[in-house]
């Protein structure tokens, strides 16, 4: 069965996300983390030891509306709960961590626009 189109969208928005941070050397530790209350689409550490929880929002060109504007209150405080069983789970209760947002405003398949927002909230 394929995926309907917003999820592909999504998914391909989360791949270009992964891909930017790997090449501003951050290194991939989970992908796609999920809690009862919702899901975590990138967990990074920056090459400080900061660990980064990564809220990937995808849109096409010509939205009215910036993609992190979808990161509402309820959004955050689920992905602040996410991170917390996530540093316990992996015993990285020590580590500094931040919330970063990071856009793509997808004009193909290939070409994309990416702005992170670092220390979104």
Do not use: W
């Amino acid at each position: 069965m394929a995926l309907p189109e917003h999820l592909k969208v999504g998914l391909r928005g989360e791949q270009l996300a992964a891909r930017y941070l790997r090449s501003k050397k951050y290194q991939i530790f989970a992908s796609n983390f999920s809690t009862k209350l919702g899901e975590t689409d990138i967990i990074a550490i920056e090459k400080g030891g900061t660990v980064c929880f990564v809220e990937v929002k995808t849109r096409s060109p010509g939205q009215m509306f910036a993609p992190s504007e979808a990161v509402d209150f309820r959004k955050q405080e689920n992905l602040r709960s996410n991170a917390a069983a996530f540093l316990k789970t992996a015993k990285l209760q020590e580590r500094n961590i931040r919330f970063d947002i990071i856009e793509v405003i997808l004009h193909d398949l290939y070409t994309a626009d990416i702005n992170h927002i670092k220390n979104a909230f």
